[in-house]
């Protein structure tokens, strides 16, 4: 899947972009509030439904406008057009109209991985950046362990109205779900985990970066269950009880699972800089593709935003090299361009926003 043109109305800063994209590395930069994590954003939205910006998908039109549309064109003469007005839910249709679409079929069908500024420094993130990141790949992974996701999240959702309300006959009986549910969902996000460490040692990811970075060999990482595995998860939610009744949810359960990352075993954020935790943070992403094409046979789109930030020139270059060799078409962002303009296979976008609209040269 190569996406062979972005075409925008009303999105955000622009009135109107026709912008072609080439199917390696499209390096689009400019300066702070020129627009150009909106074109990132635009595809994101576009394929998911979702903005890595805000909860608020009216913001996403342009002011003193009601209607947004964006349209991605693909390479097998595909296209994908998403109409939104505001306070309504978007229409989305594939091939010029034929055919009327939804985001979980979308989804599904063109995968992407996204590295934006909140995920670049993973080893501070919080549990749900971390959680995100684990039910994305498990949703590639595998459908059906997937919906036990979803499952629990219905599970979690009723027995904090049962909190609320002190129905113990209902908290009990939703205790039963979860404690049922538990082991499937551990057992799951271990599976996960294990793929992760398992290309951590060997892959050619690794392979690109681990020459100027020999710390890499080092590095791993550990599920965190979202409760004291050394404890029974039945005991725990019965001595739980009363402080969840106070606190209104479910405070520790396979639903606040996470991961840490580790370095020689100890966490990798006390002892990293932050130019070599955005390094992990960008292996982790590129591992997570390298996941989801293994078991989807698709070529998931790698979005990065802000790029060139705490990352130096030479680990910069590694990092193009491997998707250049790979083939990855990537659309990443950036405030300058020194680190990329050398390399003859990135295709550079400069970015302006004059009055009051962006526009891409």
């Keep these: 899947m190569v996406i062979k043109e972005l075409k925008l109305e009303n999105f955000r800063s622009y009135e109107f972009l026709e912008m072609p994209l080439n199917s390696g590395i499209n390096l689009i930069y400019g300066g702070n509030g020129s627009g150009k994590s909106t074109i990132i954003e635009s595809i994101y939205y576009a394929l998911s439904g979702k903005s890595f910006r805000t909860t608020e998908t009216n913001n996403l039109i342009r002011e003193n406008t009601n209607l947004l549309q964006a349209l991605l064109s693909f390479d097998d003469g595909k296209s994908i057009k998403v109409t939104k007005k505001a306070n309504t839910r978007p229409i989305i249709t594939q091939n010029k109209g034929q055919k009327r679409e939804n985001y979980t079929s979308l989804v599904k069908k063109y995968p992407t991985c996204l590295i934006e500024n909140k995920e670049f420094f993973f080893t501070s993130s919080n549990p749900e950046q971390k959680r995100t990141y684990l039910n994305k790949t498990l949703f590639y992974v595998e459908q059906s362990e997937f919906k036990r996701i979803n499952d629990l999240k219905k599970i979690i959702v009723q027995r904090a109205g049962c909190l609320k309300t002190k129905d113990f006959n209902q908290i009990k009986y939703w205790d039963e779900q979860l404690i049922n549910i538990e082991p499937e969902i551990t057992m799951f996000n271990i599976e996960v985990c294990k793929k992760i460490n398992s290309l951590l040692k060997n892959s050619e990811i690794i392979d690109c970066f681990v020459n100027k970075n020999p710390w890499l060999v080092d590095l791993s990482v550990k599920y965190q269950h979202g409760f004291n595995e050394n404890e029974q998860f039945s005991t725990i939610l019965t001595n739980n009880l009363e402080k969840d009744m106070v606190l209104k949810r479910t405070s520790a359960g396979p639903?606040?699972?996470?991961?840490?990352?580790?370095?020689?075993?100890?966490?990798?954020?006390?002892?990293?800089?932050?130019?070599?935790?955005?390094?992990?943070?960008?292996?982790?992403?590129?591992?997570?593709?390298?996941?989801?094409?293994?078991?989807?046979?698709?070529?998931?789109?790698?979005?990065?935003?802000?790029?060139?930030?705490?990352?130096?020139?030479?680990?910069?270059?590694?990092?193009?090299?491997?998707?250049?060799?790979?083939?990855?078409?990537?659309?990443?962002?950036?405030?300058?361009?020194?680190?990329?303009?050398?390399?003859?296979?990135?295709?550079?976008?400069?970015?302006?926003?004059?009055?009051?609209?962006?526009?891409?040269?």
Excluded: C, W
């Design 255 to 361: 639903h606040k699972r996470s991961f840490e990352i580790l370095l020689e075993n100890k966490s990798s954020d006390e002892v990293l800089s932050r130019g070599q935790q955005k390094i992990i943070s960008i292996i982790l992403h590129l591992i997570q593709r390298e996941i989801i094409r293994s078991h989807t046979d698709m070529e998931p789109i790698l979005l990065m935003d802000d790029i060139s930030s705490e990352l130096d020139k030479e680990n910069a270059n590694l990092m193009l090299k491997y998707l250049i060799d790979k083939r990855v078409q990537t659309i990443m962002t950036s405030i300058e361009k020194s680190h990329f303009e050398a390399q003859k296979d990135v295709f550079l976008f400069h970015v302006e926003h004059k009055g009051e609209a962006s526009h891409v040269k």
